[in-house]
């Protein structure tokens, strides 16, 4: 009878989070955030992040860096903010409505780079944690946008980004990058923003790798197939999901820098940088049509300014554009705007 009981106390304490759960979170975040920082602007080489610091009146607030005109970096940021209030916006509590009713707390640290050249992606980053209550989860991910995309960076991209997952569970590289491919989708367009990565959302103690069962999910879907297939990742407790969260974070700058650095010193001209500047367009339109982030900070009120910091300094739209057949743009529609298995990617000379 003892053992039993000690039993059904490990499991009510492994589904709830531990009594310093905000404060660890949000060092580690901020911590990314000082990482980050750090490492683009010696990869920039003359780039500096300036600093701005906000309050929000309901609760929390943040710290905004962008770099604008670098060496590498046309213009980036690097954000991180902590909120809280009495109520989660609809965004959120169509996915989780046992959230309805308690306070909240949430934090976050969200990256956009855009470069000046175009043969270096822009990438975009985003982790983050929320409580209501009871209930907690984190979410996350990482994807790249290529214009004129080489296979040997997205390989490497992916392959960097597997590696991290595979320390914790090796279901979740394949389960994050399905479900990346499927959020990171313009259905407007019937392409993907990019090559992918990673993306994951209502991580918790449910073990549910794509949680099917929230409202407003699919469960006819890759991600869904595949989660399905796997079932519940039994026994995760909050200490996992932030040691995993942890690791991703610490992926980006190995995942990322070497291919701006390789890509770096590329010649390019006009018509590299109108199709770059084209292609930013579909930036633009997933960020205020679908993203997740962009909607929470609009509904919770957050600061305008870091919110849409994501957006690129520059963009053109074209009306009724088609690549030429057999040229680098078209490939990027035919390749690498569709789902593919970059880790087992066969390269030449490998």
């Excluded at 399905?178 to 313009?186: A, I, M, N, T």
């Excluded at 900070?297 to 957050?302: A, E, I, S, V």
Aim: charged content about 25%; proline content about 7%.
């Amino acid at each position: 009878m003892t053992a039993f009981f000690t039993s059904e106390a490990a499991i009510v304490d492994n589904a709830l989070p531990p009594s310093d759960s905000r404060e660890r979170v949000s060092q580690l975040l901020r911590n990314l955030q000082d990482e980050i920082c750090s490492g683009l602007e010696q990869a920039d080489g003359t780039g500096k992040f300036r600093e701005d610091s906000w309050v929000r009146e309901e609760g929390g607030g943040g710290r905004s860096r962008v770099l604008r005109d670098g060496n590498m970096i046309e213009q980036g940021g690097v954000n991180f903010s902590e909120v809280w209030g009495k109520d989660l916006p609809p965004s959120i509590l169509v996915q989780r409505p046992e959230a309805a009713g308690h306070g909240f707390y949430a934090t976050g640290t969200s990256m956009v780079l855009h470069p000046r050249n175009p043969y270096i992606p822009t990438v975009h980053l985003n982790y983050r944690y929320f409580e209501a209550g009871s209930v907690w989860w984190f979410g996350g991910g990482i994807d790249l946008t290529p214009y004129y995309p080489f296979a040997e960076d997205v390989v490497h991209f992916h392959r960097t980004l597997k590696q991290a997952c595979d320390a914790h569970d090796p279901h979740y590289y394949p389960a994050f990058k399905l479900w990346c491919d499927e959020y990171f989708y313009l259905k407007h367009r019937n392409e993907t923003r990019g090559v992918g990565g990673l993306f994951f959302d209502y991580q918790d103690n449910q073990g549910k790798l794509y949680p099917i069962s929230y409202p407003g999910s699919h469960s006819d879907t890759p991600a869904a197939h595949y989660s399905q297939s796997v079932g519940d990742v039994q026994g995760r407790s909050w200490e996992d999901i932030f040691a995993f969260v942890k690791d991703c974070g610490k992926a980006f700058l190995p995942a990322y820098v070497p291919i701006a650095e390789r890509r770096q010193a590329t010649e390019y001209g006009d018509r590299q940088r109108n199709f770059q500047l084209y292609r930013r367009g579909r930036y633009v339109e997933f960020n205020l049509v679908y993203d997740r982030g962009t909607i929470f900070g609009l509904q919770t009120n957050g600061r305008t300014e870091s919110i849409l910091m994501s957006l690129p300094p520059l963009v053109r739209w074209e009306y009724g554009y088609e690549p030429e057949p057999n040229t680098p743009e078209a490939d990027l529609y035919t390749t690498f705007l569709k789902p593919q298995d970059w880790v087992n990617w066969t390269l030449p000379n490998s």
